[in-house]
């Protein structure tokens, strides 16, 4: 079984600022990981994800995140946000290669500040 | 093209009232899978369908809770009997397949139920 923890709840960050979400996984085999968006009363998006191959994964609106094995992290992050990135961010990851569950973490709330 | 939609999108009940919740996956998508976000807790498997296959039930949290999933498209979400702790907004997603090959869960806007 997989699991996931999100380390911050709540990340307030101001516009033009880098912003950093931090993930931890626990898995015994390998593993796909995900970051999904969730603008308000909006459904989930995928930002991006990681499969295999380069450990350094480039999503849409500018986001990256980094897969470290070694540390179990896949942790999500933005040189410089807009306001408009104001959203819940949800990781989550599903074991391979049949496995179909996704496990989310908490959450970390990022509310962008002018 | 049309993405993953539900209704309602929200949806008042009083405790004891049993509910139904829909859910149309994207045309074509084989696997379809419910989850539920309660308030400040992350998103709870529920339950997967993936073609005539049986559905994987293993989420649903008690015997008040049911879906079925007709023609291989539409899905109901059902719970009798709804208690307080059902309150959370459930969302739907669907995939081409959920085999071994990485296939994308696409999901809808959910449905917010407050069981009063």
């Known amino acids: 079984a997989q699991s996931v923890t999100q380390l911050d709840s709540q990340v307030p960050v101001f516009e033009e600022a880098p912003v950093e979400l931090r993930c931890n996984y626990s898995?015994?085999?390998?593993?796909?990981l995900f970051w999904y968006v969730q603008y308000p009363n909006q459904g989930l998006q995928l930002l991006l994800k990681?499969?295999?191959?380069?450990?350094l994964v480039k999503g849409i609106n500018g986001f990256e995140a980094e897969f470290n094995k070694s540390q179990t992290s896949f942790h999500l992050r933005k040189p410089s946000v807009h306001i408009s990135d104001t959203a819940e961010y949800f990781c989550?990851?599903?074991?391979?290669?049949?496995?179909?569950?996704?496990?989310f973490g908490a959450g970390t709330t990022v509310t962008v500040r002018a | 093209g049309a993405g993953v939609s539900q209704s309602p999108s929200n949806k008042v009940t009083e405790k004891g009232k049993d509910v139904e919740l829909r859910c149309d996956p994207i045309?074509?998508?084989?696997?379809l899978y419910w989850y539920r976000q309660s308030l400040g807790q992350g998103l709870e498997f529920l339950i997967y369908f993936q073609g005539n296959s049986a559905p994987d039930k293993s989420g649903l949290p008690s015997d008040r809770f049911s879906a079925e999933r007709t023609g291989g498209s539409v899905s109901t979400l059902t719970i009798q009997r709804t208690q307080q702790e059902d309150s959370a907004v459930y969302l739907c997603?669907?995939?081409?397949?959920?085999?071994?090959?990485?296939?994308?869960?696409?999901f809808g806007p959910g449905t917010r139920l407050t069981v009063l």
């Open positions: 997603a669907s995939s081409l397949s959920s085999g071994a090959l990485y296939n994308e869960q696409f």
């Open positions: 045309s074509g998508h084989t696997a």
């Open positions: 898995s015994s085999v390998s593993v796909y």
């Open positions: 989550a990851v599903r074991g391979e290669p049949n496995d179909y569950k996704l496990s």
């Open positions: 990681y499969l295999s191959g380069s450990t």
